[in-house]
């Protein structure tokens, strides 16, 4: 499996205000994925990448933004933070050895005051 | 496009009964498929996958999962449930040779003592 990693689990942050999840994964996967889950429901992907500089949006329409600088790193950037924005994230990479089967971080829960 | 129904929001069980949790999805040829448990405020953690060959696939946790083509089925099965079972489990597909995953919304197991 891979070690992906998500920073910070838990943030509460007021109305406006700039934020950057962090994901890393170190098991040098080109695939990476960010989901947006809330509450109760299933999760729905809102952007995707397959390798360095290369970034594409999900089925789900979102206003973060995301970059891929280095294979391991795939942050999530929201300009100004609201309170629809409050849900979990959570980031995963795929293992092309074991057909693209897709392995999560633990997740960061974001809270918009 | 593709589609995934967990028909049971909710499901309460005692511990040692056996478990069956149903997943439907409509697509139109075989797709590979998963199954993945969430702990509270967890992240996904995978618990099996069908890409081809036996419909019977063994997974981590003493669960198991059989694929039915005729019915669209991929349920997932354990004889005796233990305490720490209880969370939520999402099934999910992706279609032949694409990583890209749809999840259904998930059943929430509880176990009674």
């Known amino acids: 499996e891979a070690d992906i990693y998500q920073t910070p689990r838990y943030l509460v942050i007021g109305t406006g205000k700039k934020i950057t999840l962090e994901c890393s994964q170190t098991?040098?996967?080109?695939?990476m994925y960010w989901y947006q889950q809330d509450p109760g429901m299933e999760l729905h992907l809102i952007h995707y990448s397959y390798g360095v500089n290369s970034t594409e949006k999900g089925d789900l329409s979102s206003e973060s933004t995301v970059s891929r600088i280095r294979t391991e790193h795939f942050p999530l950037t929201l300009e100004s933070a609201r309170p629809s924005h409050t849900s979990q994230y959570l980031c995963a990479s795929s293992d092309p050895s074991r057909g693209e089967t897709q392995y999560f971080g633990p997740g960061t829960r974001l809270l918009v005051l | 496009a593709q589609s995934v129904t967990q028909p049971d929001i909710h499901i309460t069980v005692s511990e040692g009964a056996s478990l069956e949790l149903r997943c439907n999805y409509s697509?139109?040829?075989?797709?590979?498929l998963f199954w993945y448990v969430q702990s509270p405020g967890q992240g996904l953690q995978l618990l099996l996958k069908y890409f081809s060959g036996d419909t019977l696939v063994q997974g981590i946790k003493g669960f198991e999962a059989e694929f039915k083509r005729s019915q669209s089925s991929f349920n997932l099965r354990k004889p005796s449930v233990h305490w720490s079972d209880a969370a939520e489990y999402f099934c999910a597909v992706a279609p032949f040779g694409n990583e890209k995953l749809t999840f259904g919304t998930g059943t929430r197991l509880t176990i009674i003592p």
């Open positions: 098991m040098g996967h080109d695939k």
């Open positions: 697509y139109g040829a075989t797709p590979y």
